[in-house]
T-cell receptor, first 113, second 116 residues
Framework: DGGITQSPKYLFRKEGQNVTLSCEQN?????MYWYRQDPGQGLRLIYYSQIVNDFQKGDIAEGYSVSREKKESFPLTVTSAQKNPTAFYLC????????????FGEGSRLTVL | AQKITQTQPGMFVQEKEAVTLDCTYDTSDPSYGLFWYKQPSSGEMIFLIYQGSYDQQNATEGRYSLNFQKARKSANLVISASQLGDSAMYFC?????????????FGTGTRLKVLA
């Protein structure tokens, strides 16, 4: 079945540690996105990418980094510079052609201890 | 700047009744798309309905319809004949072209509770 796989589903980290969240899609989509969800704040865009080796900052990119070395993969690193990293992270993809909706993974819940 | 506003943090509706969830948007681009997603407590995002800025008619998908008022920049979701399983968070979203790709932004959501 085609879809988006995020891992891990739950992650705990200590303050000062970097952590990388995985996002893989087999939908052959060009565009991929990372969102952060906090209670009462909806989904906020962290980074997005239209093609391999190219990505743009979203509205809350500070303290995060991404790479897009393969079309199928768009990992997100939450660095120690992110002041409040505890949140629910959602990866999504779309065709990138301005048609269709965003398809989402099941999310990764990060807790900083 | 593009923006999506959902002014209802929480809503209650009686089972089998209809409910309207409000969404207003702001954009200067003539070409955009509007979406509604449902998020149950499990956290998955479920696509419900889509409206393009050039679409003349309101979108409908089963019990969901989108009341699109372009001049007012509103895209309200109407759920008819509410069911207990409709209890969830609902997000309005907008797609805009941005530097060769498309950016999707979301509102803060409305939590709907269906009462038996």
């Amino acid at each position: 079945d085609g879809g988006i796989t995020q891992s891990p589903k739950y992650l705990f980290r200590k303050e000062g540690q970097n952590v990388t969240l995985s996002c893989e899609q087999n939908l052959n989509h060009d565009a991929m996105y990372w969102y952060r969800q906090d209670p009462g704040q909806g989904l906020r865009l962290i980074y997005y990418s239209q093609i391999v080796n190219d990505f743009q900052k979203g509205d809350i990119a500070e303290g995060y980094s991404v790479s897009r070395e393969k079309k199928e993969s768009f990992p997100l690193t939450v660095t120690s510079a992110q002041k409040n990293p505890t949140a629910f992270y959602l990866c999504a993809s779309s065709t990138g052609q301005g048609d269709g909706e965003l398809f989402f993974g099941e999310g990764s819940r990060l807790t900083v201890l | 700047a593009q923006k999506i506003t959902q002014t209802q943090p929480g809503m209650f509706v009686q089972e089998k009744e209809a409910v309207t969830l409000d969404c207003t948007y702001d954009t200067s681009d003539p070409s955009y798309g509007l979406f509604w997603y449902k998020q149950p407590s499990s956290g998955e995002m479920i696509f419900l309905i889509y409206q393009g800025s050039y679409d003349q008619q309101n979108a409908t998908e089963g019990r969901y319809s989108l009341n699109f008022q372009k001049a007012r920049k509103s895209a309200n979701l109407v759920i008819s004949a509410s069911q207990l399983g409709d209890s969830a968070m609902y997000f309005c979203a907008m797609r805009e072209p941005r530097r060769g790709t498309y950016k999707y932004i979301f509102g803060t959501g409305t939590r709907l509770k269906v009462l038996a």
